[in-house]
C-alpha cells in the first residue's frame, strides 16, 4: 500500500461518527459491516446518543477517543457534518469518508456546504472521499475493512475498484463476490469534493498487490492527469473504465446525476485509447473483461486457434472472432494432417478444430499442443457430452499439461453448460489461471480484450519529432491579429503560424503586393483567387474564391470580380493568388473541449466525407504513433491507399503534421480553433485554406 | 398441433429401436429419457438381444410390435439404419426420428447412405428428422415426450426450438429450464435428410400454443419457401433466428460442419429483414430476445421512459437504448413538474427519472402512470436498497397496479442483482408478463426486439407496382444476343431489356445509324461518345469513353480516336452517342446467389463509395417499401437528401427501379448479372451504363 493512502485504505484504527444501534441507520449498518467482516483494526463508534453500541463503548464526540485514529467515517446529519469534519481535523485526523448526502447532488444550498465542506478539508489537509458515497472497502485479510453499507464483500485478489456510482458499486460487489473474482480494493467516490479517481490511481501506483484497477466513471476529475496516470502506470497495471453517458441521452442523465459537463463520446473514445486505458462498454463487458484480465498471459498477436467439440459453438466463436478483429486462420496442410492423424474422420481440422463429441481428454491435449503452434492464443470449447467416457476433471488436467508445455501464449475456455459436471473442470482451469466462460461469444470478448491489453503494453515510447518549432514567429501573427482586434488570422498570419510549427502551406502571393509576374512565371497557370479577409468565413458559398483561372486575362478578370465582391460587401481584405495544386483533398482541425483541452480532428475532404462525418479525433498531445492510428481509423482511408491508379499517399508527414497541430495548439492557448480545409496531398503537402480563430 | 406433423411431435405410441439396458448406449438413454420425464403414450422397446429393458418388454423387432406405432425413435448402428427404416415403412409406422451418425457429415460412403435413406423415406412417405440428431422433445402436459437424449426438459410454454445442432440444442434446453422459459417443442433437425425448419414451420403454423419459433440455423434448406412460410406465420406468430456461420471465419466452419454453402452474411440479413423474422446474433442475446418475447404486449412507438432508483443504471440503460435506436424523449415540462410533486429535491424528473434510493412502491406506481403518457414503452430499474422500507413484493405490485390501468403498453424491468431479496420482486412481474432481467443494457436490448417485432408486424401488404412489364420485349433482346454467342448484351439491347420492365435509360445514338445531327439538335452540347461491344466490360479504364465532348469539331476527333482503339485491340462493336445528364451518381446491380437467386444491389456511384464499399442487398422480390428501405439505409444516404444546395432526390421511383430490376431478374432466369453503373438521377433518372451478363 502506498504511504499517502496507506493510512486511509489500511488504517489500524477507525472512528464510525454518526453509528446507531437503530436498524436501517446508515451509520449502525456501517458499524456492523465492520465488525461482521471481521476488520482487523480498533473501531470506535462515536455518537453522543449512546454509551454502548453492539457490546462496543461509544464516544460522544471524536475528541473523547483517547487513541490515534486513521480513517473517521461519518454518517451524521447534513447539517453537522462540516463540524464533524472540523472535529476530525482538529484532532489530527488525516481521512474521512464521508457518507453524507445531500451536497452538491441536491441542489444550491447543498452546492453551497460543499464549497464550504471542500475549504474545510483543504484547511487540514485531509484525505477526504465522499460525500454522498457508500464507502470503502479493503478485503485483504491483514486489514479486512468493510467501512461501506454493502452487503457483499468479495475475496481479496488484485483488482482495485473505483467507482463513482454507490449503487452500481454494489452492484458490481454482488457479482464479483459472486464469481470470484478477486477484488481486494474498492472506493465509492461519491461527489469527489476531496480524492478523485485520479488520486486513488496515484496513490495505488506502487502497489505491488493491485494488478488491474476497475474504474465506473460518469464524468472524468481532470483527463489530462489521468491520461499521464496511466501512461505511467500502464507500464506494470491494466486498466479499464466503463464510462457512461455515452451517447446523447445518457449523457443528459449523466449530466444532471452528477452535475458534470458531457463532452462527445468520440472524443472520449480517442482520449482513452490514447492513454492506454481499455474502454468496456457495459457491466457484463466489464465482468468478462475483468474475468480475463486475471489471466497472466497476454496474446502476442490476434491469431486464434478454436477447439471444440461442438461443432455448432465454434462456429459461433469463429463468427464472434471476426466481429472483434480476431482472425481465425485456417490450418497449414500440416498442421491438419497430424490432426487428422488422432481425430476421427468426422472431425473438421481447418479451424476451427471440430473434435466431435466423443473427444477425449488426450484429443484436447494433443490438438492443443499441434493447433497452439499456428496461433497466438487458443480458445478451448468442452462442453460436457451426455456420455463422459472420463471425468471432466481429466479434459481440464490435459489442457493445462499443453498449456505448460508450450511458450506461454493464452487459454480460455467455455463449457456452453453450468451443470455439476463442469463445475471441477471449471474450478480446475481457474485456479490455474485459465479464465471459463459459459458461452463461446464470452470467451472470444475475453481473448479480445486481453489482445488489447497485449496491444496497449506494445506501444513504444512516444516518438520524437526532431522538428524544432518556432513559437515566437506563430505568437507574433497571433499577437499582430489579436492587436487589430480580428477575430481569426489572415492568410499570411496563418501562413506564419503553420510555418513556425512546420506545417506546409500552399504557396501564395498578395495581388496588392505587385509581384503577380513573378508569382506566374514561377507556377504557371492554372490559378485560384481568393478574398482573404479575416470576417469571411465561408469564402466558397460567397463566391469569394475563383479557382482554375487559365491564363492573364481570366486572372485580370477574376481580380475584377473579387474586388467587386468585397467593394459590393463591404469587406476589408486583400486578393490573394495560388497554384492550383492537385491530389487527394484531406482536412485537419482543431478544436478546443472545455474538458480535455485541444481536440484535434482529420478527415478526407469532399462532400461525400462531409455527410458521412466520417472523421477522426485525437486529444493534444497526439503522439506520433497515435496520429498515425487516427488517420488509419477513418473509414474512407482505402481512399488514401493505392486506389484506382493514384499511388498511396504516405502517412508518415500527414502523422507529423496532426503531432505538430496538438504541440501549437497546446503552446499556443489564444487560438481557439483552427481548419485547414482543403489540405491537398499530392506531389506536395499544403494547406491550401487556413482557418485560424483566436479568443 | 396440426394434423400432418401430430403424430410426429404428439405420438400416442413410440417404439425405440436400438434401445439398450446398457449405460452409456444412446438408445437406452432415449428409452431412460422417455420413462424418466413421464411420457403419456405407450413405449416400444426394439433389440433382439434383449427381452426386457427396465422391465418393459422389448422386441426383437418393429414388426413384432401387435400395436399401431405413430413414431419410431431409431438409435441404431449405421450399418443397421436403412433396413431398420426400410421396415419401419413396411408395417406403415409413418415418423422416423434417426439419431445414428455416420451419414453425410462423415465423407463419401456416408453420403451415399444418405442418398439411399433419403429415396427410402421418399419410397414409404416416411416423415424424417435427422439423421445424426438428439431427437425430439414435447413437453406439453398431455404428451410429456423427451425422445431425445438431452438431459434437460423445459417447462411446457408457447415457444417451438428447432435447432439445426445438436449439443447447441443441449444448451439451449439448459438454460431454457434454468431460465423457466416455457419451450414446448424441440426438434434437432440434423442431416435434414427428411424434414427440414421449413416442414416444421410449415406444420406448426396453426398450432395455437405456439406463440413463437425460435431457429437455430447453420444454412437454409431453402430460404424462399422459409420467406414466403415467415410472411404467412409472421402474422400471427413470431421468428426469431440465430443463424452461425455470419462471418468469413464462421462461414467457413459452418460449411466444412454441415456441407452448406456459404452466402454473404450481408445478403442474410436483408434477407431475413424482408421475410420480418428477427435475427439474433448470440447465444446470450437469444435468451434476451426470447424472455421478451414472452411479453404479449409490442410496443407502437420507440420512446422509452426510464424510471430507477439507482443513478448509474440509468445512465447506462439510457446508453444502451441510443446504442439500439430506440428513443430516451426529455419529458415535457408538465411530466416533470407532476414527478417533481412527490420525488424528492435531489431526484431528476427529466427521463431517466432518478428517484434516487429511497423511492418507495408508491412512488414507482406513480412515476409510472405519468411516464407512461410520454413513452411508447418502460424500463423500470428497482435495485433493492440496503435498507427495505417495504418489502420488494410490495414495489412489483404496484408496478402491477399502474401497468394494468392504462393502455397496454409495454414494461421491462430490471434489479441489477440476484439476491434472495430480488425473488419475489423477480416472480411476481414474471408471472404477470412482466419479463425482468438482471442488468440495464439486457433489458434495454429486450425492448428493442419488442419494438422490432412490433415494426415487423406494422409491415403493410407489399404495394402493388401498376406497371405492365413487356416480357416479351426485354426476352427477345436477350435471345438475340444469346443467339449471337454473345456474353453479354449490348447497350441497345440492354436499353430493351431495361424499357421492357419500365426501367428509365439515357437517350442514345450509334455513329452509324446516320442520326447524329438529329441527336445534336434534340440534345445538344456537351456529348459522350463510348465503344459499345459486348466482350468490352470496363470501358473507362481501356479509354472507350469520351465525355464532355464539347462541339461537333471535338466530337468527329472522339469518334475518329474511339474507331482507333477499336481498330488497335481488335473490337467488334459500335460507337455511341450520348448526352451528358447531370445529377447524383447512384448505382444499381443484380447477381445471382445460388442460394438465394437474384441478389438485388444498390449504392451511390463514384471514388469514395467504391471504396467505402457502401452498398445495400435485397433479394428478389423486393417489395416497394423494402426497396425503399435499401435505399435509406446506405451510410452515404444524406447524399440523396437535400444536400450542399441540392434538392432532395425523390426515393420513391428509385424504390420503383429496385423492385423492378428484381421482377425482371426472376422472370428472365437467362440474365446472370446487370450492373448499371452509372445510373443518373438530376432532372431525369436514367442508366447511363448498362452491363447485362447472360448464361
Redesign the interface.
Known sequence: MPRHLSSLLSPHAVAVIGASPRP?S?GG?ILRNILRFGYRGAVYPVNPNHHEIDGIHCYASVQDIPDPIDLAIVAVKREQAIEVVRDCGEVGIANIVLIT??FK???PEGARLETELRDTVARYGINLIGPNCMGIINSSPSVSLNAS???FFPKPGDIAFIS??G??G??FL?FFE?MGLGVSLFVNLGNRAGLTENDLLDGLDDDPNIRTLFL?L?SFADPHTLRSLAERIGQGKRILVLK???????A???A??TGALATPDAVVDAFLKQSGIIRV????EAFVALRALEHPTIPKGNKIA?LT????????A??????WGL??P?FSAETRETLSSFLP??A?T?N?V?MI?TAGARDYERALRVSMGEADAALVIF?PP??LAEPAEAVAEHILKAASSKEKKPIVACT????DIVQPFQERLTQAGIPVYT????AVRALYFLYRVGKGQAVSEPEADSFQPDRGRALHAVEEAKAAGSPSLSFSQGAEVLSGYGIPVSPYTYVDEGKIDEFIQKFGFPLAAKIDSPGLFHRFERGAVITDIPDRSSLENAIGALEGIMEEEGLKGRILLQPMLSGRELIFGMERDSLFGPVLMFG?G???????QDVAFGVAPVHLDQAEEMIRSI??F??LES??GQPAVDIRPLSLFIHRLGRLSLEIPEIKEIDLNPFIVGETAAAVDILIRIE
Open positions: 436501517g446508515v449498518e448526502a445531500g447532488e441536491s441542489g453499507f454493502s452487503r463513482q456510482s449503487s452500481l454494489e452492484t454482488e459472486r465506473y460518469e457512461a453517458g455515452r451517447t446523447r441521452a445518457g443528459a442523465a449523466a444532471s446525476h462498454l457495459s457491466i457484463e478454436i467439440n461442438a461443432g455448432g459453438a465454434g462456429i459461433l469463429a463468427d464472434a472472432c471476426e466481429r482472425k481465425v485456417r474422420e468426422e473438421s481447418g476451427p471440430d463429441a462442453r451426455v456420455v456452453l453448460s453450468e451443470t458461452m463461446p461469444e464470452a478526407i469532399g462532400t461525400l466525407v462531409e455527410a458521412l473509414r474512407a482505402p481512399l486506389f484506382r
